[in-house]
């Protein structure tokens, strides 16, 4: 009984509400993913169907239109769905927030900004996980993509991938403590704005600028060295696909299509490590009764 007693307590608290949804999460997920297959394809479906034309064999434009009304239909019914269960949750999760930490004696200044941090989370799960799918699936998807095409430069593509995971290793730990220190310093706002001491205000906001100044430093430094290595990578798959014996003008659109796709992918990687950290520390905040 007393198990019983602490799980229902567990699933009445804010991320109670999170857990007790994760079915419909995970649907809008599946959703996602099935629009990032149908991203990948468009390289192939155009590329065959640039190939098909020139050749003289129209019907092979068929498989993009399908493709194209497929990722209509699913896009938009997962915006309708998605927008609808995330804002339902995210008023949710504020309301218990509040209450269970109005219960528990914390001030009214950190339970404003953990409020706030709540919408952070949800924006997190509506936005940047999807993201981070759509990331994953165009990485994997690009790069067999690209192998089947010519091998090597799906090689090329892959060898890239070791020195952008070693950079945002390294700058993603020090993003972490630099939003650690962010945090703390929000948690203050309400109470530092209802002082009547100019002094403190502008202590605050200063070092909140600063540390948005680090996290900001750190992302340009991340992108900046990963585009480095992708510019090289990037002009060798070029030269393979522009060289090649017998290549298709339809094949090279789709090789160096997918080339990009890799790029774009991996020029997100800096943001979302940020991203990550920053919820991280925003969940230990929310779980927190001080």
């Known amino acids: 009984m007393q198990n019983r007693d602490v799980l229902a307590q567990d699933n009445d608290t804010a991320l109670g509400a999170l857990k007790q949804r994760t079915l419909p999460i995970a649907f809008t997920y599946t959703l996602s993913f099935f629009e990032n297959l149908f991203e990948l394809a468009y390289p192939w479906a155009i590329g065959l169907a640039i190939n098909g034309l020139i050749i003289g064999q129209t019907n092979l434009v068929w498989p993009l239109v399908a493709i194209w009304l497929a990722h209509i239909a699913v896009g938009a019914f997962r915006q309708l769905y998605d927008t609808r269960l995330f804002s339902r949750l995210n008023a949710l999760m504020g309301t218990k927030t509040v ?57 090329v593509m892959l060898a890239l991938m070791v020195p952008i995971l070693i950079i945002n290793a390294v700058t993603g730990m020090r993003a972490y403590r630099n939003n650690v220190a962010l945090n703390s310093q929000w ?26 100044i680090r996290l900001s430093d750190l992302d340009a430094t991340s992108w900046s060295l990963a585009q480095l290595f992708t510019l090289v990578a990037v002009i060798i798959v070029i030269y393979r696909a522009a060289t090649g014996d017998g290549v298709m003008a339809g094949d090279v659109f789709a090789v160096l299509s997918y080339a990009l796709r890799v790029e774009h992918n991996l020029d997100g990687v800096p943001s979302f490590v940020q991203q990550v950290g920053r919820l991280i520390d925003i969940r230990r905040r929310i779980q927190s009764t001080r």
Request: aromatic content about 8%; cysteine-free.
């Open 99 to 155: 209450r269970d930490q109005r219960k528990d004696g914390v001030s009214v200044s950190e339970i404003t900004t953990r409020v706030e941090m709540i919408d952070e989370l949800i924006e997190f799960l509506e936005h940047e996980m999807p993201f981070l799918l759509a990331m994953i699936v165009g990485l994997v998807g690009s790069l067999v993509f690209l192998a089947l095409y010519d091998l090597g430069s799906g090689l």
């Open 187 to 212: 948690e203050k706002q309400v109470e530092v704005i209802s002082d009547h001491r100019p002094r403190r205000w502008h202590v605050h906001f200063g070092r909140l600028a600063r540390w948005r």
